[in-house]
């Protein structure tokens, strides 16, 4: 079952622009994902956050975690159009003692060269 | 490229048939996690196994198995195939996968087809 929902579904920029892509989340949580999917291909991690972190950056990437409203965004800043592509969130379940995961439905960013 | 390597990319197949999915995991990897991604369901944790041993399991059919061998790589094995099974099939792998924060790297996936 999906753990989050992404918001908005869909998001269409201009190349330059920022994006930013929302998720929440269900459960308690010890850290939190993003990954990005070009169309049909595999899935490629963007940057991990933990449960005690509130903000993290790696290059043009920036995300948040707010535990308490258990929500995350990720922001994309000066879009490529190589950034067109789906991301999804996803998270593991606390005190499972496992590391699956589980996706969110997911963000289609298409970035308009 | 994540080190994840799946076989074969593209399977198509009929109802009923049974097919083999294989997975090596990145060197040094000792967990390995099977995902199906389809239009209706989205993306769907199965099942995974660390060093040998099944250790979590998720949404996963009774008409699917896997194992991981000794050397580290997975089969997931699914049969009695019906229309609904049509997806895109991940494996990921991870160094630890016993709950630290421990970052899945996933494969190319194999897209099956059932016709």
């Known amino acids: 079952s999906q753990q989050g929902e992404e918001d908005p579904q869909a998001l269409s920029i201009q190349e330059g622009e920022n994006a930013t892509m929302n998720c929440s989340y269900k459960t308690s949580i010890n850290n939190l994902q993003w990954y990005r999917q070009n169309s049909g291909r595999g899935l490629v991690h963007l940057i991990l956050?933990?449960?005690?972190?509130r903000e993290k950056h790696s290059g043009r990437l920036r995300v948040t975690l707010d535990t308490s409203k258990k929500s995350s965004s990720l922001l994309i800043t000066a879009s490529r159009a190589a950034d067109t592509a789906s991301y999804f969130c996803a998270t593991d379940r606390q005190r499972t003692g496992a590391n699956n995961l589980f996706f969110g439905t997911g963000t289609r960013l298409t970035v308009i060269p | 490229d994540s080190g994840v390597t799946q076989t074969p990319k593209h399977l198509i197949t009929a109802t009923g048939q049974r097919v083999t999915l294989r997975c090596s995991p990145r060197s040094g990897d000792l967990s390995v996690y099977w995902y199906q991604q389809s239009l209706d369901q989205g993306l769907q944790f199965l099942i995974q196994y660390y060093n040998g041993e099944e250790r979590a399991k998720g949404n996963i059919l009774e008409r699917f198995s896997a194992q991981q061998f000794p050397d580290l790589h997975s089969e997931l094995n699914l049969s009695s195939l019906e229309l609904g099974d049509s997806a895109l099939y991940f494996c990921a792998s991870s160094v630890e996968g016993r709950g630290a924060p421990d970052t899945q790297y996933f494969g190319p996936g194999t897209r099956l087809t059932v016709l």
């Open positions: 956050i933990r449960s005690n972190e």
